[in-house]
């Protein structure tokens, strides 16, 4: 089976020509990282995770340039493994974290489910279950995808999980696991989240930067505790604790912000924004 995207033509152009001349702005233009991924991808692999966010292009592909220009600098790993929040509250009635076996389809080709990795987090995973329901409407991990393939080209395999309950035992559980996964596979995880909605600029930051601290000290459960606690609108909040306990069990040392910005940086309005991370986690 194949997952068709549902927000091309919306989140990011339909048309294959339009979408890559689209993304090759997010890389050049600033705020993006005014660089593209090319001449050669690295071969450090010193990148364990990464934070990327999933709003419109023309809000947030400026943000996810910068991610995704570091991991192309870094070096293509052999898995990915995609984390991102239900926002439709679909799926299953179990299904905590879903995991679609499903290829997706973009405008720019097929990315195919990783069927090494993805049945061993399925068997390993007791809260993992096989749902493309919960990913039928869900954008957060869709928008990941173009960017992945501009940076690595269309030889490209994942899997996708919808995080459905953004507790903490779940979140370390799902990151346990596929660090647990990655002792014998190299596997790159990236949390889709947005930060702060439908703020002020000066409010968002605030609230982003006090988070983010958790982040920086290596803390998820402190991280995830601040965002519920506080009632943070950070949608991801859940795959990015998820993916740093993947992370630190993978010997990671340094949560490092790559760009911090809102839609007002685009819109010029900076009473009302949604914010957007980047950060690679080493």
Known sequence: MTRMPVVAGSFYEGKPEALLKHLESCFVKSPGPERLPKGGSGKSRKIKALVSP???????????????LHLYEDGQPEHIVILGPNHTGRGLDLSRLAVCEDNWETPLGLVKYD???GPMILEQNEYAMPDCIAHTG???IEVQLPFLQFAFGKELSFVPICISDQSYEICESIGKTVANVAKDNDI???????FTHFESAESARKKDNQAIEYLENLDPEG??????GHRLSICGAGPIAAALVFAIERG???????????????TGDGGHVVAYVAAEIT
């Open 115 to 117: 069927r090494k990795i």
């Open 54 to 68: 999933h709003a419109g292009y023309m809000y947030s592909g400026m943000a996810a340039a910068h991610s995704y």
């Open 223 to 228: 991280f995830l505790r601040f965002v519920h």
């Open 188 to 194: 790159v995880v990236i949390a889709s989240s947005d």
């Open 138 to 140: 869900e954008h957060s």
């Open 252 to 266: 990671a040392t340094q949560f490092s912000l790559l760009k911090y910005m809102n839609s007002g940086d685009v």
